[in-house]
């Protein structure tokens, strides 16, 4: 396997994705490129283009070995890594970099140029499809910024933009299931109606039985397919505009983090087909819309024509450190721009807003009473 770093045909200075333009940009000559110019270079054997440098894998020795003392080079790579995290050598400055397991582009922390290691972004983990990042660091900090100063009780010290410790644009891997459903439904539906005569109020409930069948289509269920990290805060800023996904290629891989799936299509198929099953039971459902209520017992649907895809989806991530010495974590979505995450309390603001409110309600109170003794 091997590292990949995309340079500028001009200046031979790193290339990375642009999410305001986006074109590939260098950082120093300021050129930009297309996805096409980048391709026509690559089909023209442009070998300035693409560096690539072997990297070797090193997991960290049994406890059998390490009771016996083992080699000088074995105790050296137990110091750098732990068992299935990997080392590789950086094509620009040739400094060694540790990375996880997962990781599939990252870029080197000491010339800071961007890598793609090849061989988790190739053969059977090749992604199909990508959504490109629509929002650069620039504009992410600004949505937090915007984001935190809509709350009404965020401390004041938390809108520093100097608190942000690290801002960081990951592509996530996620599994995209698609199936058509068929088979029928049966249930009971309910009808009610209410009226009244004289001084009486009279309700009549009636209940049919339901039946429905036919195809439904599904699309897009979608499933994070990465064990580690926080799942839950990534999977709170779905849902992304699917259908925007593009080809993937590994130049918009430049300038962010990606990491590499380790759960594969069949350990969340049994999930992903029981999602598909209560969205279809759903939509047959609301085809019964003259019913109050439909309750569904019994039904036959099951899937057919499956489809999986494996995309790449843009997330920012972003550390803020608060002045109480606490760190708080957000996503934002870096196609559609939205953000999760637990915002710290003013308990100052809060108390203020108390009695502000608790000094309205006396008056309140003490005006009433004077109208009404």
Same mark, same amino acid.
């Given at each position: 396997?091997?590292?990949?770093? $995309?340079? *500028? #045909?001009? &200046? @031979?200075?790193?290339? =990375?994705?642009?999410?305001? +333009?986006?074109?590939?940009? /260098?950082?120093? %000559?300021?050129?930009?490129?297309?996805?096409?110019?980048?391709?026509?270079?690559?089909?023209?054997?442009?070998?300035?283009?693409?560096?690539?440098?072997?990297?070797?894998?090193?997991?960290?020795?049994?406890?059998?070995?390490?009771?016996?003392?083992?080699?000088?080079?074995?105790?050296?790579?137990?110091?750098?890594?732990?068992?299935?995290?990997?080392? $590789?050598? *950086? #094509?620009? &400055? @040739?400094?060694?970099? =540790?990375?996880?397991?997962? +990781?599939?582009?990252?870029? /080197?922390?000491? %010339?800071?140029?961007?890598?793609?290691?090849?061989?988790?972004?190739?053969?059977?983990?090749?992604?199909?499809?990508?959504?490109?990042?629509?929002?650069?660091?620039?504009?992410?900090?600004?949505?937090?910024?915007?984001?935190?100063?809509?709350?009404?009780?965020?401390?004041?010290?938390?809108?520093?933009?100097?608190?942000?410790?690290?801002?960081?644009?990951?592509?996530? #891997?996620?599994?995209?299931?698609?199936?058509?459903?068929?088979?029928?439904?049966?249930?009971?539906?309910?009808?009610?109606?209410?009226?009244?005569?004289?001084?009486?109020?009279?309700?009549?409930?009636?209940?049919?039985?339901?039946?429905?069948?036919?195809?439904?289509?599904?699309?897009?269920?979608?499933?994070?397919?990465?064990?580690?990290?926080?799942?839950?805060?990534?999977?709170?800023?779905?849902?992304?505009?699917?259908?925007?996904?593009?080809?993937?290629?590994?130049?918009?891989?430049?300038?962010?983090?990606?990491?590499?799936?380790?759960?594969?299509?069949?350990?969340?198929?049994?999930?992903?087909?029981?999602?598909?099953?209560?969205?279809?039971?759903?939509?047959?459902?609301?085809?019964?819309?003259?019913?109050?209520?439909?309750?569904?017992?019994?039904?036959?649907?099951?899937?057919?024509?499956?489809?999986?895809?494996?995309?790449?989806?843009?997330?920012?991530?972003?550390?803020?450190?608060?002045?109480?010495?606490?760190?708080?974590?957000?996503?934002?979505?870096?196609?559609?721009?939205?953000?999760?995450?637990?915002?710290?309390?003013?308990?100052?603001?809060?108390?203020?807003?108390?009695?502000?409110?608790?000094?309205?309600?006396?008056?309140?109170?003490?005006?009433?009473?004077?109208?009404?003794?």
């Amino acid at each position: 396997m091997a590292t990949i770093t $995309y340079k *500028c #045909p001009n &200046c @031979g200075g790193g290339l =990375v994705f642009d999410p305001e +333009t986006q074109k590939f940009k /260098c950082e120093f %000559c300021l050129s930009e490129f297309t996805q096409a110019e980048l391709d026509k270079l690559q089909k023209a054997g442009a070998s300035d283009q693409v560096i690539k440098e072997d990297y070797g894998t090193y997991d960290a020795p049994d406890e059998a070995s390490a009771g016996q003392g083992g080699s000088a080079q074995g105790a050296g790579a137990q110091e750098k890594s732990a068992q299935g995290m990997v080392v $590789y050598t *950086c #094509p620009s &400055c @040739g400094a060694e970099i =540790v990375t996880e397991a997962t +990781t599939a582009a990252t870029s /080197c922390y000491y %010339c800071h140029n961007p890598i793609v290691l090849e061989g988790r972004v190739s053969g059977k983990f090749l992604p199909d499809r990508i959504i490109p990042f629509q929002y650069n660091k620039k504009e992410a900090t600004d949505r937090f910024l915007k984001y935190v100063r809509k709350k009404k009780y965020v401390p004041r010290a938390f809108f520093n933009e100097q608190q942000i410790e690290k801002l960081t644009g990951v592509y996530y #891997p996620f599994w995209v299931y698609d199936c058509e459903v068929e088979g029928e439904i049966e249930g009971s539906g309910t009808k009610v109606r209410v009226w009244r005569s004289g001084n009486y109020e009279y309700t009549e409930t009636s209940i049919y039985r339901i039946e429905r069948g036919g195809k439904v289509h599904v699309q897009n269920v979608t499933r994070n397919a990465l064990k580690e990290g926080d799942r839950n805060l990534i999977d709170a800023v779905r849902p992304f505009r699917i259908a925007e996904a593009t080809d993937f290629s590994m130049p918009y891989l430049q300038g962010f983090v990606a990491e590499k799936r380790d759960i594969e299509s069949e350990e969340v198929s049994e999930e992903l087909q029981k999602t598909a099953h209560d969205y279809a039971v759903q939509a047959m459902v609301d085809t019964t819309g003259e019913y109050s209520s439909v309750t569904p017992s019994l039904d036959t649907l099951h899937p057919v024509k499956e489809s999986w895809q494996y995309l790449l989806l843009p997330v920012w991530l972003l550390t803020y450190g608060a002045s109480s010495g606490q760190n708080y974590y957000y996503a934002m979505n870096g196609q559609t721009g939205e953000i999760k995450g637990k915002l710290p309390l003013s308990m100052g603001k809060l108390a203020a807003h108390s009695a502000i409110l608790g000094g309205c309600l006396a008056a309140a109170c003490l005006l009433l009473s004077y109208f009404v003794l």
